[in-house]
């Protein structure tokens, strides 16, 4: 929050005050520029917690791990840290290079439209899941609601049977009309 006079005007999306409130589907959606993306990124790096950071397509997938589409950008330069996404195969892993000695993992990201490639896999250290840019304006060549229920139930495996905390999604999007 940034004072102005007697008012405070918010510098961006603040998910931490709405922390009560969060359930296991989150949805965020607003105008453009008011620091979704960045809010949200704040609130899950500072969790600690592993997560998944989720596009629709694969091209956005690799986009988000050249140093132009890096979604961390901004909140690297505004916290002196060094967290990129690295490509692999059909999925990619978030290293934080913060630290001298050893990149650390934090987390995953993945395209939902060939997420299913990859159902087998243990997700278990998975917490928290961020799908930026959920709603497209275009037609997808995939159906989108069920890939995404087939990547949650992937994802989450049976965590709340076994005394878990349910696997907590943002979903962002900017809004599509007024």
Avoid at 12 to 27: G, V
Avoid at 39 to 62: A, H, M, P, V, W
Avoid at 121 to 148: G, K, M, P
Wanted: hydrophobic residues 40%; charged residues 30%.
């Amino acid at each position: 929050w940034l004072p102005l006079g007697r008012y405070r005007v918010m510098r961006w999306y603040e998910i931490k005050e709405r922390a009560d409130k969060l359930r296991a589907l989150n949805f965020i959606i607003g105008g453009r520029g008011i620091g979704k993306t960045y809010g949200t990124l704040d609130y899950i790096i500072n969790s600690g917690k592993t997560f998944i950071y989720l596009r629709n397509t694969e091209t956005q997938l690799q986009e988000s791990s050249t140093e132009f589409g890096n979604p961390f950008k901004r909140w690297n330069r505004d916290h002196d840290r060094n967290i990129i996404i690295k490509s692999e195969r059909k999925h990619c892993m978030i290293y934080d290079f913060t630290a001298e000695d050893q990149p650390r993992l934090i987390g995953y990201a993945a395209a939902l439209s060939t997420f299913s490639n990859l159902r087998g896999v243990d997700l278990s250290d998975v917490d928290l899941v961020i799908f930026d840019e959920f709603i497209e304006r275009r037609t997808l060549a995939f159906q989108q609601f069920e890939a995404f229920a087939n990547f949650y139930e992937t994802v989450s495996r049976n965590r709340e049977l076994l005394g878990e905390d349910p696997l907590q999604v943002f979903l962002l999007s900017n809004a599509q009309k007024l």
